[in-house]
């Protein structure tokens, strides 16, 4: 009879696979597009769908721009939300009623990442072009549109 034989080798996870790295997209969503660094679940699931392509940073620039967010649908990402579940365990953010906030502890690593010019720049780069121009009730229009079809 043969024998299978396995042999057990690493394999790398992508880099926005990584829960460390989601913390950190969540705080910068937080900074740059959120105001009082406050947000809802329905809009950091948004912002992590657009930074996924180019293409999908380009329909949240372009949202920005002209006031309008006239997206269908977008994916709702569970990593995002297991990452959100350890930013809160760790005090990098907090629940509100209505979404998340950065905390102090969240705003000092925030900051650190910011001033590191060699990490997420890419990111970084996108989420400033943006700023506030996505607003939670653009946002509360689409799912509201939602639930009532």
């Known amino acids: 009879m043969s024998q299978l034989k396995f042999t057990i080798r690493s394999s790398p996870v992508f880099a926005e696979h990584r829960t460390v790295y989601k913390i950190a997209q969540v705080l ?47 994916g709702f990402d569970p ?3 297991i990452a959100v579940n350890f930013a809160i365990a760790d005090n990098l953010i907090s629940s509100t009623k209505t979404g998340y906030q950065v905390t102090e ?32 009730s653009m946002i509360e229009t689409i799912t509201k549109s939602w639930t009532s079809q």
């Open 28 to 74: 910068l969503i937080l900074h740059y597009c959120c105001r009082s660094s406050h947000a809802s679940l329905p809009k950091l699931q948004l912002f992590n769908w657009g930074l996924k392509s180019d293409s999908r940073r380009l329909i949240l620039l372009n949202a920005a721009q002209k006031n309008n967010l006239n997206i269908p649908t977008w």
């Open 79 to 81: 990593l995002l939300t």
């Open 105 to 136: 502890k969240g705003s000092i690593y925030a900051n650190a990442i910011l001033e590191d010019i060699e990490i997420m720049q890419k990111d970084k780069s996108m989420l400033k072009s943006i700023g506030k121009g996505i607003t939670e």
